[in-house]
């Protein structure tokens, strides 16, 4: 039985479950056996707007592993935009026009690199984290508000820094458990003009990089088998 981890960039819209089930179907459709025989998980959830590095790990022996992965630290490449907040922080839900000021990008650089370290932060309400067994967004679509325990979370670093109103673009190293979206917010809040973000690309989980990762287009059983790693 095929066994092993398996690096694939997510497309956007796809949920990560998608590309787990699509992965599935094609393993249990080369050997004829049954989707449901196949175990495939992931190294830790991507919003279906993001795209990026996804760990797959096929078989139950490296399913059991999850937690090793979803505890790595993890890179990402973020676009936000100024002047604009959300129910969701970013795209998902209806954007809404807040402020027309304009920080220098002296100001930008001052307050994003305020956000370096370690700090403790509030996951969107948003977002996949389960309360008591059920999902964050479950609460959300219900217009329910639970309440949402902080949690501590660490910057090693923020870099690249781009800046052209109204987007800001950067790369950034961050602790296992960090949510993009609610930095993004919380630098829209520290420059007064809120701010959502508007493109999540992940490049790096611990030591594994999408440089290395397979696209899902075209992709075959042959690729799985020749690119699997154990």
């Given amino acids: ?12 819209n796809w949920t990560s479950f998608d590309v787990v089930n699509y992965v599935r179907k094609l393993i249990s459709s080369k050997l004829n056996i049954k989707p449901k025989t196949i175990k ?11 795209t990026g590095l996804l760990i797959l790990l096929i078989g139950k022996k490296y399913t059991s592993k999850a937690n090793q992965f979803i505890k790595k630290d993890k890179v990402y490449d973020v676009q936000l935009k100024l002047g604009y907040q959300s129910a969701s922080f970013d795209l998902e839900t209806n954007p809404l026009k807040v402020s027309n000021r304009r920080p220098t990008y002296q100001n930008v650089q001052k307050k994003i690199d305020m956000f370096v370290g370690e700090t403790i932060q509030t996951p969107p309400v948003y977002s996949a984290k389960k309360i008591n067994g059920k999902r964050l967004y479950e609460f959300a ?13 660490k910057v090693y670093w923020i870099k690249k820094l781009r800046y052209e109103y109204p987007f800001i673009e950067f790369r950034i190293k961050v602790s296992s458990g960090t949510y993009i979206r ?9 420059l007064k003009t809120g701010a959502l973000m508007t493109r999540l690309r992940r490049v790096q989980i611990g030591n594994f990089d999408l440089k290395k990762s397979l696209e899902i287009d075209n992709l075959t059983y042959d690729d799985i088998v ?4 154990i």
């Fill in 1 to 12: 039985m095929l066994e092993g981890y398996l690096l694939v960039d997510k497309p956007m």
């Fill in 226 to 229: 020749n690119n699997i790693l």
């Fill in 40 to 50: 495939v998980g992931h190294s830790g959830t991507l919003d279906p707007m993001a």
């Fill in 141 to 153: 679509r219900k217009n329910q508000k639970p309440l949402i325990k902080p949690q501590n979370i």
């Fill in 182 to 190: 609610s930095l993004v917010s919380d630098i829209g809040i520290k």
